[in-house]
Structures are given as structure tokens and as C-alpha cells.
């Protein structure tokens, strides 16, 4: 169930910034699909509140992976 989820996350991150290495592409979407899960199983405030914040995360790193200079 991770890989599958990581795997699409990956996939989105790729189809929006292709810049980034396979690396830091697999480890951002493996963060992100862990820190849902932390949320799915503690939740800390409502569904809606988390799934837009945890967007913003994959955004972030999406953004700060895709602007740094010899990260390839």
C-alpha cells in the first residue's frame, strides 16, 4: 500500500517538475504519503483542514526541490 501510494505521488511531482532527481523525487513522495498516514491514524483536526495542509507540504517540496541549484 505505501509503494503504491508513493508511486503516485512520485508520479505527480514528476509530471510537475521534472527537474528534480528520481532521489529526492522518491523521498518527498515517501514523506508525504507517510505523514498522511500519521494523520489517518492520529488524526489532529478535520479531514478537510489536513488534506489541504498536507497539499501544501507536497507543494513545498515539490517548489524547493525544483529550485535548488545542483540537486540533480
Given at each position: ?12 511531482a514528476r509530471a510537475?517538475?521534472?527537474e528534480i532527481s ?31 495542509r498536507l497539499a ?17
Amino acid at each position: 500500500m505505501l509503494g503504491a501510494a508513493t508511486a503516485v505521488v512520485e508520479d505527480w511531482a514528476r509530471a510537475h517538475a521534472p527537474e528534480i532527481s528520481d532521489d529526492d523525487l522518491r523521498f518527498g513522495a515517501e514523506s508525504v504519503v507517510r505523514l498522511v498516514v500519521s494523520h489517518i491514524v492520529l488524526p489532529t483536526a478535520a479531514v478537510e483542514h489536513t488534506a489541504e495542509r498536507l497539499a501544501d507540504v507536497a507543494a513545498l517540496l515539490v517548489n524547493t526541490y525544483s529550485t535548488r541549484p545542483g540537486r540533480r
